[in-house]
């Protein structure tokens, strides 16, 4: 990262007005710390925290503070500490799925530093999981240009290109990545599903029977098989591989994204692994689950109703 000439941060009076009024909309506390002029930045909303832990809302309201801070000095501040700031907000804002804030101090960053990798890529996360695929298309596909062998990015690129119906874009990224890991499972899910868009079942099946290979415990490739066995008219595979599913998902690892989950700190974690858990049938893990849940916070009223 190149260091950069020092710009100011006075705030002005009138757009702290604006600002206010954007977050009192949104339900939010109130707002502090406008970007500073001449940069383009947008204003980060305070969101509402009720739904965090007491852990989660501490460790949330003390990076904003640092950001707000930064953001309230007259002295002239350095780009790569309110990068940095911008940054590490968005990072805890996505970690607990406050998407609206999370997205405008992730922007904010990229804007700062366009060079960094990390600031498109969690923004192609987040706006995949938002449903918004041309966005994140376009973000995944600038964090590609900064780093062009990067697996995790390949892999999520050829989901947004085989949600649009982009195959050819898709097939390209999934064998990209079986080029620079030979085992990923989910490249060869994202290659079965290929050719089952492409009415070809044999080759979509031993794709996914690959994928199944590679991560057993992935239970959600079974549907897949399902539906391929039912294209070929095999009707009893079919009925087999549908009652093997226990909608356990196709993993990747993405040192990213574990390090936004390694900022939850209270239940959430345990609440999400519960219902996971729960939902493929396993109810002796939910109930362990929700049980740290409710021990890591006893006044989260979810994990008491799970549990």
């Known amino acids: 990262m190149c260091h950069r000439p020092p710009i100011s941060t006075s705030v002005s009076a009138t757009f702290g007005i604006v600002l206010g009024a954007v977050v009192a909309a949104l339900g939010g506390g109130p707002a502090v710390g406008a970007p500073p002029p001449g ?127 982009a195959l050819d874009a898709a097939e390209e990224e999934f064998r990209r990545v079986l080029s620079l890991n030979s085992l990923s499972a989910m490249a060869e899910w994202g290659l079965g599903r290929v050719a089952q868009e492409r009415d070809r079942p044999r080759e979509a099946i031993e794709r996914f029977q690959r994928a199944l290979e590679l991560q057993p415990e992935a239970s959600s490739i079974h549907h897949s098989l399902g539906l391929a066995y039912r294209d070929l008219g095999d009707r009893e595979k079919a009925r087999e591989h549908f009652e093997a599913n226990r909608h356990d998902p196709v993993r990747f690892r993405d040192p990213r994204m574990e390090r936004l989950s390694r900022l939850l700190r209270g239940s959430r974690p345990h609440v999400k692994a519960g219902n996971r858990a729960a939902g493929r049938g396993d109810l002796q893990e939910a109930r362990r689950q929700f049980t740290l849940a409710v021990e890591a916070d006893p006044t989260d009223r979810l994990a008491h109703y799970n549990l």
């Open 39 to 165: 940069l383009d930045l947008e204003p980060v909303p305070v969101p509402v925290l009720d739904q965090l832990s007491p852990a989660d809302r501490e460790a949330v309201r003390e990076v904003r503070s640092s950001l707000d801070t930064l953001l309230e000095r007259d002295e002239a501040v350095g780009v790569e500490a309110l990068e940095e700031a911008y940054g590490e907000v968005g990072e805890h804002y996505l970690a607990h799925d406050l998407m609206v804030p999370a997205e405008a101090a992730l922007a904010n960053a990229r804007r700062l530093d366009p060079e960094e990798f990390r600031w498109p890529y969690y923004l192609g996360v987040l706006h995949f999981r938002e449903g918004r695929l041309e966005a994140a298309r376009e973000s995944l596909e600038a964090a590609l240009e900064l780093e062009p062998d990067d697996v995790p990015t390949l892999l999520r690129l050829g989901e947004v290109h085989l949600d649009q119906g």
